[in-house]
């Protein structure tokens, strides 16, 4: 157990419709990342946050949106949902300091859009 | 493109046999991580290198980070069955963070 929690752990919905991926990290971790797994695609970065505040931009589309609240969880929203949006998501934590990446990763959530 | 590239992408051994990852980025890396990705799970993190040409051991597992600091790789020695899953490296090479492609290894017992 990473001690990152992420809810829900199924997701089944419709094309376009919207949902809403949550993610609390690691106690004291400041740090939240959010990826997306596809069979196709590996593990691609979407976006970081640290202490409230974006820090890095992947290949997040514009559909998909995140933020990160005072308390450091972090949501995930998916909106105008595709077939290509079904992958796995994974939110992960990391420790204080501006200058390590490591992450303790979540155990994600599934998304299927049908 | 996808600038953290790894090679093999797929690897089986026999049980005793040892393995071999490589990782490649096109620019140079503040530092680098691995992680193991068992089927069915999510990412695990097993080290992180920061130094250029650092060597770290994990007992049978030896990582390596590059003079350059673009290259990594990640050496097991006498593979198990629970050594199975998919091994990745990431990193920054800029802003963006980057997971490289996986090497799948399975085990032969």
């Known amino acids: 157990d990473s001690g990152v929690t992420q809810t829900p752990k199924h997701l089944i919905t419709a094309t376009g419709q919207r949902v809403t991926l949550r993610c609390s990290p690691r106690?004291?971790?400041?740090?939240v990342y959010w990826y997306q797994q596809s069979l196709d695609q590996g593990l691609q970065f979407l976006i970081q946050?640290?202490?409230?505040?974006?820090?890095a931009k992947g290949n997040i589309l514009e559909r998909f949106s995140a933020q990160q609240f005072p308390d450091l969880h972090s949501e995930l929203n998916l909106s105008s949902l595709e077939l290509g949006d079904s992958a796995l998501y994974f939110c992960?934590?990391?420790?204080?300091?501006?200058?390590?990446?490591?992450?303790?990763f979540g155990p994600g959530t599934r998304l299927t859009v049908l | 493109g996808q600038q953290v590239m790894q090679i093999p992408q797929y690897q089986h051994v026999q049980e005793g046999e040892d393995f071999t990852t490589y990782c490649n980025s096109s620019?140079?890396?503040?530092?680098i991580q691995w992680y193991k990705q068992r089927p069915g799970g999510h990412p695990v993190f097993l080290i992180q290198?920061?130094?250029?040409?650092e060597v770290k051991k994990q007992k049978r597992l030896t990582f390596q980070f590059g003079e350059a600091k673009k290259n990594s790789s990640l050496h097991i020695t006498a593979t198990q069955t629970t050594d199975v899953g998919t091994y990745f490296c990431?990193?920054?090479?800029?802003?963006?963070?980057?997971f490289g492609t996986g090497t799948s290894l399975t085990v032969i017992p």
């Open positions: 992960a934590s990391s420790p204080t300091s501006l200058y390590t990446d490591t992450q303790y």
């Open positions: 106690s004291g971790d400041l740090s």
């Open positions: 946050y640290y202490n409230g505040e974006e820090r």
């Open positions: 620019t140079t890396l503040s530092n």
């Open positions: 290198l920061v130094k250029s040409g």
């Open positions: 990431a990193g920054r090479p800029g802003n963006q963070f980057y």
